[in-house]
Nanobody, 115 residues
């Protein structure tokens, strides 16, 4: 079992930055991938960024050049640095880990970008 705890959400003005972090505990051997999804009100959850076990990354087109995903293996965390935030980035952000083929979700953290 893997437990994920997110932090770092909040309210920021357009053009500002936030850094989200997701710390994992439990049986975290055999990590396949880690990443972030967002879910805006009334919309489906959508992928923001992923970092795979080999270190490769992928981003949604809407965040390329603005968001950066990273991981700290020693601290068992994955982070999302979000720069040049836009009002349309407003959503609940969920981290996820895939460990030995099993998907785990964080509880979600609200990001609100005011215009």
């Amino acid at each position: 079992q893997v437990h994920l705890v997110e932090s770092g959400g909040g309210l920021v003005q357009a053009g500002g930055s936030l850094r989200l972090s997701c710390a994992a505990s439990g049986s975290i051997f055999g990590i396949n991938a880690m990443g972030w999804y967002l879910q805006a009100p009334g919309k489906q959850r959508e992928l923001v960024a992923v970092i795979k076990s080999g270190g490769s990354t992928n981003y949604a087109d809407s965040v390329k050049g603005r968001f950066t995903i990273s991981r700290d293996n020693a601290k068992n965390t994955v982070s999302l640095q979000m720069n040049s935030l836009k009002p349309e980035d407003t959503a609940v952000y969920y981290c996820y880990w895939v460990v030995k083929g099993v998907l785990y979700w964080g509880q979600g953290t609200q990001v609100t970008v005011s215009s």
